[in-house]
């Protein structure tokens, strides 16, 4: 595939609204590795090439361990490697990635509220809509991977 248009130069505009949310995300209270695996959990199920290999190797950077990387995308059936609030964050992930699907259950949504505040469910929320939009950006444009 080639790469088609790139959006930080034909719209620098709505490019520097982007990086502003992502500007935001660098002062929410979840850590790099919650924050990477939101990314990249998302990214797996957009099928986002780009994405998934920037932010798997920002996890490790983080201290992110390979074999967690790697289960990820069956981490229903692997629960034991990921805690509490990484599971339900997970779960949110999928549910608002695929929110045509059932949206973000209730289920889902009073998990969270028993492992974090309104801020931080809010917070969580925009994560996974940010690194949703990148996704569709980097596929819709073909954004190459660095080799």
């Known amino acids: 595939m080639s790469a088609r248009l790139n959006i930080a130069t034909v719209d620098s505009a709505a490019y520097k609204a982007m990086m502003g949310l992502e500007g935001y995300l660098q002062t929410i209270s979840l850590s790099h590795i919650q924050k990477e695996l939101i990314k990249i959990r998302a990214s797996q199920i957009n099928k986002c090439a780009f994405c998934l290999d920037m932010h798997t190797k920002d996890a490790l950077k983080y201290g992110e361990t390979p074999q967690r990387i790697f289960i990820l995308e069956g981490w229903r059936e692997a629960k ?7 599971q339900v964050l ?8 695929l929110i045509s699907h059932d949206g973000l259950t209730e289920e889902t949504y009073q998990k969270a509220k028993q492992i974090f505040d309104e801020a931080q469910i809010a917070q969580i929320i925009i994560a996974i809509v940010t690194i949703n939009a990148w996704n569709r950006i980097a596929v819709s444009t073909h954004l190459p991977i660095a080799k």
């Open 90 to 97: 997970l779960a949110m992930t999928e549910e608002i990635t």
């Open 80 to 86: 034991d490697f990921f805690t509490e609030d990484e």
